[in-house]
């Protein structure tokens, strides 16, 4: 391909104070705007996929090392406070789902994530007196999977909520 002409050097600079308010022609084609509405959709599915992150990884690792009930009963409320700001362009639905599952996930984390992983370290002490299962290990071998699996959650519900759902809603 051959290289397109070199440029003149620059002139010194009018003394008029047009100067600063006037552009320079430029051998670029002319600029072609996005219409507007693009633009705000653009927006939109990146808030939307921003707040899908946020709520999924928080509510994962806060269930991780909180109960996972009343931890998600909180952000439920903060969801319903979001569902009634009209000025936020967020959907609220996609966001419990992603509490939903950050919830569940979230308790296979540590020990005190569920009471499920409380009664099994009851049931461990008792018919294992000389190897019980402790908190490190939980989190030795439970906080991994959890990161993966939230990772994968994150994905599906990017996919599913900020790809997919928008384009039915058309």
């Not at 269930?63 to 909180?74: D, G, K």
């Not at 990161?147 to 928008?166: D, E, G, K, L, M």
């Amino acid at each position: 391909l051959p290289l397109p002409p070199p440029r003149p050097p620059p002139t010194a600079a009018p003394t008029s104070p047009s100067y600063h308010t006037a552009r320079a022609p430029t051998s670029r084609p002319p600029h072609h705007p996005v219409p507007v509405a693009s633009r705000a959709r653009h927006a939109a599915r990146a808030s939307q996929g921003v707040a899908l992150v946020l709520v999924l990884w928080l509510s994962a690792l806060g269930s991780a090392f909180l109960e996972s009930l009343p931890f998600a009963m909180a952000i439920g409320y903060v969801l319903h406070g979001l569902l009634q700001e009209e000025a936020l362009s967020v959907h609220v639905l996609p966001l419990v789902w992603a509490l939903s599952v950050g919830a569940c996930v979230g308790g296979i984390g540590s020990l005190k994530g569920s009471s499920a992983n409380l009664a099994c370290v009851g049931v461990s002490e008792r018919y294992s007196p000389s190897n019980p299962i402790r908190g490190t290990h939980f989190l030795r071998y439970g906080f991994p999977l959890l990161i993966v699996i939230i990772s994968v959650a994150t994905a599906y519900q990017h996919v599913v909520f900020v790809y997919i759902a928008p384009q039915q809603e058309r």
